[in-house]
């Protein structure tokens, strides 16, 4: 077990480095062009995949280093350079540790290189799981998975929402009810392969923020895949609704899918710090250089206090969001949902962050001219997604009182 530390070593250090440079040179000058856009920023996803930030080898070193730094550090530069551009590129991680998390060890060599692609023909993959019914209720997903014994073979049916490449994804994650009665543990995921009839792309938000990343609807209709397209597959999934049920019998109500979210969490709290320390660099920057009645703003307590507590907040969250990745990877116990508290603390101080970002730039924040108005739309989506900021609370109280708050 890594003792937990807030100092990079050098080897991150060169990781961070080099991030910060390809955020720097590639992502930030393409991030208005993009947001106006609003569509995948094929050629940046493509220099990703050139120089190796884009492929599953290096996230599994971020993912695999033992000191739990590893991500949350290369989320915040990724992130720091443009979220909607950031989010394209790392998107296709949310399935890949979908099929990391319960694949086997063939379904993970022979689907997660069809996720990236290559330099050449890089893709795309979606981790489909939200409905338009089941957002912070996942308990209440609706989609269906039928097997068809004497075809050996999974049918599909229902919609999916909020999926980040829904539909220009070659591969599809998707999770679906088995055993409705079981809530959320009656639940499996597939993998359907590229161009599986059935399966189409329905509506593609026009969003009010990460606009360079694509987000649409799935619509999933007889769509029919091969029984080893069931993540772990189907032994495992019988024993694994067998335990549930008899854990329904005598009345238990642990949901040991808590862990996974608690773990995946501070992942997004990095994203949220990222998008902060940005729109913080700018004010202050801007703070130092701009002039009135003769001084910089900076000289005046009303400018210079906000940019302290700015400042005083992204060091705060980044601390929660190290914490919580350092406790994932070693093992332990999420005892008061520190997972949680990263990801909302995070998330909140983004919000806050970037809107005092626009109020120190003044009528030059509000106009597209600035980033810190793109910065401020991109950041409302971290208190919704990945469990909303008032789901984050539930869980932490109830962590810490034991009682079922609702």
Known sequence: MAEFTMELNDEQKGVRDWLHGFAADVIRPAA?????????????????????????????QQYFDSTGLGIPMAMEELF???AGIALSIVGTGLAAVGVLANGTEE??????????????????????????????DVASIRTRAVYDE??????????????????????????ASVDPELGSKGHASFIVPPATPGLSQGQKFKKHGIRASHTAEVVLDNVRVPGSCLLGGKEKLDERLARARERARKGSVKNAAMATFEASRPAVGAMAVGTARAAYEVALDYAKTREQFGRPI????????????????????????????????????????????????????????????????GGNGYTREYPVERMHRDA?????FEGTSEIQRLVISRTISGMPIR
């Not at 022979?110 to 979606?126: E, L, S």
């Open 32 to 60: 208005a062009e993009w947001d106006e856009r609003e569509e995948t920023p094929w050629p940046v996803i493509q220099e990703a995949a050139k120089v190796g930030i884009y492929s599953l080898d290096f996230y599994a």
């Open 80 to 82: 720091w350079g443009d």
């Open 107 to 136: 379904q993970i060599g022979t689907w997660i290189p069809q996720m990236y692609g290559d330099v050449n023909d890089v893709k795309v993959a979606a981790f489909c799981s939200s409905e338009p019914d089941a957002g912070s």
């Open 150 to 175: 004497a075809k050996d073979e999974w049918v599909i049916n229902g919609t999916k929402t909020w999926a980040t490449n829904g539909g220009i994804a070659d591969v599809h994650v998707v999770v």
């Open 298 to 361: 900076i000289d005046n307590q009303g400018v210079a206090f906000q940019l302290a507590d700015m400042r005083t907040r992204i060091d705060a969250a980044r601390l929660l969001v190290w914490r919580a990745s350092w406790m994932a990877v070693n093992g332990k116990p999420f005892t008061a949902a520190e997972g949680s508290m990263s990801k909302l603390f995070a998330s909140e101080t983004a919000k806050k962050v970037t809107a005092q970002a626009i109020q120190i730039l």
């Open 380 to 384: 409302a989506i971290y208190t919704i």
